[in-house]
C-alpha cells in the first residue's frame, strides 16, 4: 500500500490563529483528498486536490504532485475547527488503485 | 434526503457473538466501502464493493463478513474470529463524476465488545 504521513499529530491553537497541516505519501497519487471529522465521528470532505491549490473561505490546500506532500492552511481559526483533519490518498497503479489510503490524523483543538 | 445511514450508532456485544452493523446508500453510488477506525489511528479498509454481488477484501479484512445483494445495502458482520473488534466503523459509498471519485462517509456505529 501507499505510506501516508501527517504532521503534527497535535495541534492547539488560540481562536484567531493560523496554522499548517502537512501530509506527505510514498508513492504517485491519483487523488488526494483532506477531510475534517468532529467530534461525533462525521467525516466531511473538505479538499479534492491531486495537485495545485484550492481555496474555500478560511481554509486552502496545496498539492506538490511531484514532491509528494500537501499542506492545509487553517486562518483565523475557530473553537469549530476543532477536530481531526485526515488526509486521504489514491493510489495511481496496480492495486493501489481506487482504493483510498489514510494517514492517521492531526488532532486540532482551538481554544477561545 | 440522499445520504447515507448506518445503524446502530452504539453496539454492545459480548465476547464470542457474531454482530452485523447496516449501512444503507440512496446516492445510487455504485461503489461502497467498510474501513475501521481506532483510537488515534486512520482509516483502514476492511472490504469494499464496486458492484452489485461483487466484493474485494481491503487491508484488514480477518475475521469481517460482507455481503452486496442489492446496490443500495452493505452490511458488515463481524464474526468471532475477529480478535479485537471494539473500534469505531464507517461506510462509504463513492461516485465518478467529472473523471474522479469521491467517497461519502455515513455517521459511523461504535462497537464496543465486553
Known amino acids: 500500500g501507499i505510506q501516508v504521513e501527517q504532521s503534527p499529530p497535535d495541534l492547539i491553537l488560540q481562536e484567531g490563529a493560523n496554522s499548517t497541516l502537512r501530509c506527505n505519501f510514498s508513492?504517485?497519487?491519483?487523488?488526494l483528498q483532506w477531510f475534517h471529522q468532529n467530534p461525533w465521528g462525521q467525516l466531511i470532505n473538505l479538499f479534492y486536490i491531486p495537485s495545485g491549490t484550492k481555496q474555500n473561505g478560511r481554509l486552502s490546500a496545496t498539492t506538490v504532485a511531484t514532491e509528494r506532500y500537501s499542506l492545509l492552511y487553517i486562518s483565523s481559526s475557530q473553537t469549530t475547527d476543532s477536530g481531526v483533519y485526515f488526509c486521504?490518498?489514491?493510489?495511481?497503479?496496480?492495486?493501489?488503485?481506487?482504493?483510498?489510503?489514510f494517514g492517521r490524523g492531526t488532532q486540532l483543538t482551538v481554544w477561545p | 434526503d440522499g445520504g447515507i445511514t448506518q445503524s446502530p450508532k452504539y453496539l454492545f456485544r459480548k465476547e464470542g457473538q457474531n454482530v452485523t452493523l447496516s449501512c444503507e446508500q440512496n446516492l445510487n453510488h455504485d461503489a461502497m466501502y467498510w474501513y475501521r477506525q481506532d483510537p488515534g489511528q486512520g482509516l483502514r479498509l476492511i472490504y469494499y464493493s464496486q458492484i452489485v454481488n461483487d466484493f474485494q477484501k481491503g487491508d484488514i479484512a480477518e475475521g469481517y463478513s460482507v455481503s452486496r445483494e442489492k446496490k443500495e445495502s452493505f452490511p458488515l458482520t463481524v464474526t468471532s474470529a475477529q480478535k479485537n473488534p471494539t473500534a469505531f466503523y464507517l461506510c462509504?459509498?463513492?461516485?465518478?463524476?467529472?473523471?474522479?471519485?469521491?467517497?461519502?462517509f455515513g455517521p459511523g456505529t461504535r462497537l464496543l465488545v465486553l
Open positions: 486521504a490518498v489514491e493510489g495511481a497503479r496496480g492495486s493501489t488503485l481506487g482504493r483510498l489510503y
Open positions: 508513492d504517485s497519487v491519483n487523488n
Open positions: 462509504a459509498s463513492s461516485i465518478w463524476t467529472s473523471g474522479r471519485e469521491t467517497q461519502y
